[in-house]
């Protein structure tokens, strides 16, 4: 029976989970081909605590490990020894809905859970908590966070690319809140597994200016509109991934920010 992960840390990647964590190294290798001229340094990265992510981190390791041998130390994607968890990168807070299954949460809160499903934040309430106005709040927490740590490394790092590693609706809050636009937006740009974004956030700018969908690319089934959304997003410049990449984010998908 499918049930609300929420921020508990039950669940572990299944077999189709590590295999789209195992894809992700060649994606971003295939960005860094295409945007940064076959190379991208990725200087810093911010992982969930959740065990879900940090495996999905793992794997993504390993691919880099194995890319590193195979090509002798040449790659084109460097990432760093070491991350740095942050408890804000956990997924939302469902509280009493946290591992009870869907069906029966739709029995016995009809209201609520339509609210979650229909993306309306102010209806969604939980114990007397509202659950997706808590995450986008803490999302802006998290960028307040991530961003002073990175301007006292700027000199340091020399500006690569930043890395997070989190979860699908944190991955939704982080988007929207990086360019100030509000929980009505959930449900906007759902991040499939595994899916990459990147956003585009200068040191000197109070928000991100750009952003596109970077990973997993429209499956060539796509229709001919979902292709030119697709080339339209990659004209933008850069980072978001869901159980898994900021200013690379992982997990993604959708319409450009209004």
């Known amino acids: 029976t499918a049930v609300i992960q929420g921020s508990s840390d039950i669940s572990r990647l299944t077999e189709k989970g590590k295999e789209q ?3 992700l ?7 860094a081909n295409d945007s940064y001229g076959g190379e991208l340094r990725v200087d810093a990265i911010y992982c969930s605590p959740l065990t879900r992510a940090r495996d999905t981190l793992d794997i993504l390791r390993q691919s880099y490990i194995s890319a590193k041998k195979e090509g ?3 790659v084109s994607v460097h990432l760093p020894p ?5 408890s804000r990168l956990r997924e939302i807070d469902f509280y009493g809905w946290e591992n009870v299954g869907k069906n029966e949460l739709k029995t016995k809160f009809p209201a609520e859970y339509n609210a979650w499903k229909e993306g309306n934040p102010h209806g969604l309430i939980v114990d007397d908590c509202y ?3 808590e995450i986008w709040e803490r999302a802006g ?3 307040h966070e991530i961003r002073e740590i990175q301007a006292k490394r700027q000199d340091e790092n020399g500006g690569g690319a930043t890395l997070l590693v989190a979860h ?3 991955g939704q809050s ?3 809140t990086a360019f100030d636009i509000d929980a009505t937006a959930f449900r906007r740009n759902e991040f499939p597994n595994c899916g990459v974004a990147e956003i585009h956030w200068h040191p000197s700018k109070d928000r991100a200016t750009a952003w596109r969908w970077c990973h997993p690319l429209p499956p060539r089934s796509a229709s001919a509109e979902e292709c030119d959304l697709a080339r339209k997003l990659t004209a933008y410049n850069l980072g978001c991934l869901r159980d898994q990449l900021a200013d690379i984010v992982l997990e993604g998908g959708g319409t450009l920010p209004s």
């Open 174 to 176: 982080l988007l929207s």
């Open 82 to 86: 070491n991350e740095t968890v942050l």
């Open 141 to 143: 927490e998290v960028w």
């Open 21 to 23: 964590a195992a894809s």
């Open 72 to 74: 002798r130390g040449k």
């Open 25 to 31: 190294y060649a994606g971003l290798t295939r960005v």
């Open 168 to 170: 699908g609706t944190l």
């Open 131 to 133: 659950p997706l106005l």
